[in-house]
């Protein structure tokens, strides 16, 4: 085979991982313009290891809630909508 057939070879494979790194950068980029700080991007709400606070609420039936959260517990919270139908 011809010698300008593996400079082409080479040559897309040098393309594809710089088009890559590059749109990785688009999507840092935006995503630090979006939410303002690198901090922003890496991390936010509560610190590793604080307590969350209370939280209340109401159920789909109108009754009120509160959830006092436990040290050491593990919980799972969805916030959802009766009325909230899927866009088709």
Do not use: K, N
Not at 20 to 44: C, K, M, N, P
Not at 64 to 84: A, D, H, K, N, R
């Amino acid at each position: 085979m011809p010698s300008i057939f593996y400079v082409s070879y080479v040559a897309m494979w040098v393309l594809l991982i710089a088009e890559g790194i590059l749109l990785l950068l688009v999507y840092r980029h935006f995503g630090l313009a979006a939410l303002g700080t690198a901090e922003g991007v890496e991390r936010d709400g509560l610190a590793i290891g604080e307590v969350a606070p209370a939280i209340r609420g109401v159920t789909a039936q109108g009754v009120s809630i509160e959830l006092v959260p436990q040290p050491g517990s593990l919980y799972l919270l969805m916030f959802v909508s009766p009325t909230c139908a899927p866009v088709l």
